[in-house]
């Protein structure tokens, strides 16, 4: 039997949901969509492996989604597939039945990393994709230097790629993926030239790792990047990101192929 655990991330097992702020800021962006559907490929059928809500999955393909938490199945739109209730761990399907699978920012919550990928590329005849962050990136963005707690927690909880590409086994490829100026899916990234938009609460609230932080800390980040805002401290420094349509962080996506 497979251990469920509980770090109170985003898709994590039975969690509550992340409140009001946390759907119109964390929607599928169509260019990051792009590059999953241009890594799946002509694939017909696709296992989501912890599916959540059912961000960037499409009608292009006949979707299984496994999700263990009981809060974020309720949360599936009706029109998507039901989600099956099991962990990447100890998935309930034959060998190869699938022709492609993904993960999209979940591995970083699951018990045995190793085992799950093992399991995927098991069930799975062709490609397996992981969407997922590099934590020894997580640290360069400009946030680092307002709420280090954040992304030190980000870089703890995010297994190093070379822990992927190994249990992934096969050839993979690792891909950068750019994070548009205008981004939808609101992870901290998503903000790069936008920071007055982290001020809100909501926005950060969308983000799990900020709940591994106290009120203090909030305080502090939120008082911090206010006066560097005003002062033009934040724009002397970082400013010339408010017109890059693209960043390049720490954001990357996995292909394995057998």
Do not use: K
Request: glycine share 8%; charged share 20%; with cysteine.
């Amino acid at each position: 039997m497979v251990m469920r655990t509980y770090d109170g991330s985003t898709g994590d097992v039975d969690h509550p949901t992340s409140g009001p702020g946390h759907v119109p800021h964390r929607r599928p962006d169509v260019r990051i969509a792009h590059v999953i559907a241009q890594a799946l490929g002509d694939a017909r059928t696709v296992l989501n492996v912890g599916a959540g809500a059912g961000s960037y999955e499409t009608a292009a393909h006949t979707i299984t989604a496994v999700e263990p938490s009981l809060a974020m199945r309720a949360r599936r739109p009706a029109q998507l597939a039901t989600a099956i209730d099991a962990v990447a761990e100890d998935l309930p399907f034959a060998d190869g039945q699938f022709d492609a699978s993904m993960t999209l920012f979940s591995v970083h919550q699951w018990s045995d990393v190793e085992a799950g990928l093992r399991e995927m590329r098991r069930v799975t005849r062709g490609p397996v994709v992981v969407l997922t962050c590099d934590p020894a990136r997580v640290r360069d963005f400009w946030l680092y230097e307002y709420a280090p707690d954040v992304l030190d927690t980000e870089a703890r909880h995010h297994p190093p790629l070379h822990r992927l590409t190994a249990a992934l086994g096969g050839t993979t490829t690792v891909q950068p993926v750019p994070i548009p100026l205008d981004c939808t899916d609101g992870f901290n990234e998503a903000y790069y030239g936008r920071p007055e938009l982290l001020l809100d609460p909501a926005a950060r609230q969308a983000c799990s790792a900020w709940s591994f932080i106290d009120d203090r800390a909030r305080q502090a980040f939120d008082a911090s990047l206010r006066r560097a805002l005003g002062s033009g401290s934040w724009d002397e420094a970082f400013g010339h990101l408010r017109s890059r349509p693209t960043y390049h962080g720490s954001l990357v996506l996995l292909r394995a192929t057998p």
